[in-house]
Each structure stands twice: as C-alpha cells, then as structure tokens.
Nanobody, 119 residues
Framework: QVQLVESGGGLVQPGGSLRLSCTVSGFTFRLYAMSWYRQAPGKERESVARISGAGASTNYADSVKGRFTISRDNAKNTVYLEMTSLKPEDTAVYYC????????????WGQGIQVTVSS
C-alpha cells in the first residue's frame, strides 16, 4: 500500500535551517507530483511547495519563497524540503503528500512531523 514517512523535524532557533525528508513506498514515485503542506495550531492547512514527477517544475507559497526549496531524488523515492531563514511563524506540523497531478489535490498524506521555530 501507499506509504509516506516524514523525518527531519524538530526544534530550531529563528534564522536557522532544517531539512525535511519524505520517503515513500507502494507506488512508482517518479510518476507522481509531490507536495509539502503545513498546519499551525488554530490555522488552516497551507500548501507550502510542490514538485513535478521529474522535478523540473516547482511551486511555492508566497510565505516561503526564497527561503524553502523542494527537491526530490527519484532513485531514493524521497522528496525533501530544505528550510532556511526559519521564522517562528513557520512553526507547524508539516505533511508530505502525493498529488493527483502537479496542479491537483493531494491523494495520500504522511503522518506529519512537527517543526518548531523558537528561541
């Protein structure tokens, strides 16, 4: 069955960096666009970044442009989210998802991983 497992979260100081990883199984990874979402306490879930199957196309939320980078390694069935210049407002549970298409909705979700930005 389809599985998405996030790792790499934790506590980081403002201005710091963190890299999230999502390793998948149960489907042909290179055929699917992937994305990262996040949800902060009391806020709606937000699409953070997405990447096409081959990795040629990416899209970012305005709130993270220039600070976050999504990438993927199709040989390792893994998608990454490199987060730099982190701010307290980046604190959230981050989810890896498999998309129906690059512009479509999420079809499968990981369990989520906590990222906390605090001094």
């Amino acid at each position: 069955q389809v599985q998405l497992v996030e790792s790499g979260g934790g506590l980081v100081q403002p201005g710091g960096s963190l890299r999230l990883s999502c390793t998948v199984s149960g489907f042909t990874f290179r055929l699917y666009a992937m994305s990262w979402y996040r949800q902060a306490p009391g806020k709606e879930r937000e699409s953070v970044a997405r990447i096409s199957g081959a990795g040629a196309s990416t899209n970012y939320a305005d709130s993270v442009k220039g600070r976050f980078t999504i990438s993927r390694d199709n040989a390792k069935n893994t998608v990454y989210l490199e987060m730099t210049s982190l701010k307290p407002e980046d604190t959230a549970v981050y989810y890896c998802t498999r998309l129906i298409s690059f512009v479509g909705n999420s079809q499968y979700w990981g369990q989520g991983i906590q990222v906390t930005v605090s001094s």
